[in-house]
């Protein structure tokens, strides 16, 4: 491996994306450094307790808990902690000393995004967050990049894997909302507090990043019109397959023309009638899909794993891969 250059990387967060994320790193490393012509090491880990068990093996001299100084010299950091500080003060920190930037966090991207991207711009440093939205499945860079000739329309998405696994319990084998909820919970599919799930912010989030990228244009998440999963009731969800639909917490984004010719975009998550026959009705379990529909390539359906630390992982590496090789084209 002689003659690659050395790219310093950073993990911010050593969750279970971020274990699975710095084990894709070190097990994929060689390969990786062919594929990109130059070489990932990782510099560190910064965590708050560099004692605490992890779900991967990592080598315990990669922990910190200096995550400020760790920044400082890295040339792409992967942001993996969630929330929104010390996050945001860091991403800006690494942006602003000019190295490129990797994250996964929904909500600091969903109301931060456009703050960040300006100053990823300004320095010439890339921001990306393909694992924020629908973890494993490619759907922001296919948006931005594959799309980026065509017109795109609306954007169908079931974005939230616990209250499609939910709402799947209950219309499949008949569970209570509440039995539903403890297999998901069990399953570690909810969010630490699943009010942000079940009550569809999580996938307001999402929606607010799909709909900025899709239509080019911000759409705040306080835009989003949200009305989440808890008033659904069982009989409700027998009456709707009686009658030949089901029930999905659907994220819609579509173009609008107001009735005074103002065009603008409107973005709304709710619980949503779809017919048996539509593929998002195959979407079961805890999954994702995304429909996409454009004015030249019709209807696309993205589809797979929302969440799990491997599967979001993959997409974290993915945005790595593609930093690096900015480095190596500009460098
Ligand atoms: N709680 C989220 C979900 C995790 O259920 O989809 C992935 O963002």
Redesign the pocket.
Known sequence: MNGYRDLRVALLGCGSVGAQTARLILEHGEELASRIGARLTLAGIAVRDVTAKRDVDLPQELFTTDAERLVQGADIVIELMGGIEPARTLIMQALQGGADVVTAN?ALIAAYGSELSDAAEQVGAQLSYEA????AIPILRPLRESLAGDHITRVLGI???????ILDRMDRFGDSAEDAMRV?SELG???ADPT??VEGY??AQ?ATILASIAFHTEVPVAAVYREGISGITLTQIEAAKHAGFVIKLLAIAERITAADGVAGVSARVYPALIRRDHPLAAVYG?K?AVFVEAEAAGELMFYGA??GGAE?ASAVLGDLVSAARRHVVGG
């Open positions: 929904k924020a939205v629908a973890a974005v939230n894997g616990s209250t499609n696994y998901a599919y909810l969010e942000l799930d999580d996938a999402k805890g994702n929302g969440a979001t």
